[in-house]
């Protein structure tokens, strides 16, 4: 299947790309944790430690101590942190009202001891489909 979008190419992930690169060619996911202190709670009233107010805000603000939040960050095969000079892309998945920072990856599923999504994101890497 073959769509344009927005004179964008789109085109459906070829099935074998769901399947394990082989281990010289995987990337790596790392859990990072972090402390926010502003954030929306349960009762949609801004949670903030700062003195914003609630017109400011648009919407009730409360004070409140920082919680703790996680995300999932993909690293592409051949990254090095000590090589501060290579430039990447990004891409910002966010999952939806309801979920949590695994839902990107676990939603897809696993094939070959992988998540499907990082299998996707390996083979798009090294058939030169996308940059790292």
């Known amino acids: 299947m073959r769509v344009v979008l927005m004179n964008l190419d789109v085109k459906a992930v070829p099935p074998g790309y769901k399947q394990s690169t082989g281990t010289d060619l995987q990337g790596s996911v790392f859990e990072v944790v972090y402390s926010v202190r502003n954030y929306i709670n349960a009762y949609r009233k801004l949670v903030t430690s700062e003195n914003i107010s609630s017109k400011e805000a648009?919407?009730?603000?409360?004070?409140?101590?920082?919680?703790?939040?996680?995300?999932?960050?993909?690293?592409?095969?051949?990254?090095?942190?000590?090589?501060?000079?290579?430039?990447?892309?990004?891409?910002?998945?966010?999952?939806?009202?309801?979920?949590?920072?695994?839902?990107?990856?676990?939603?897809?599923?696993?094939?070959?001891?992988?998540?499907?999504?990082?299998?996707?994101?390996?083979?798009?890497?090294?058939?030169?489909?996308?940059?790292?």
């Open 58 to 132: 648009g919407r009730e603000t409360v004070e409140g101590d920082p919680i703790t939040k996680k995300c999932n960050v993909y690293l592409p095969p051949g990254y090095k942190e000590t090589d501060t000079n290579k430039k990447y892309n990004v891409l910002y998945l966010l999952h939806g009202v309801g979920g949590n920072h695994n839902e990107w990856l676990t939603g897809s599923g696993e094939a070959d001891g992988n998540y499907v999504i990082c299998n996707i994101l390996d083979n798009l890497i090294a058939n030169g489909d996308i940059n790292p």
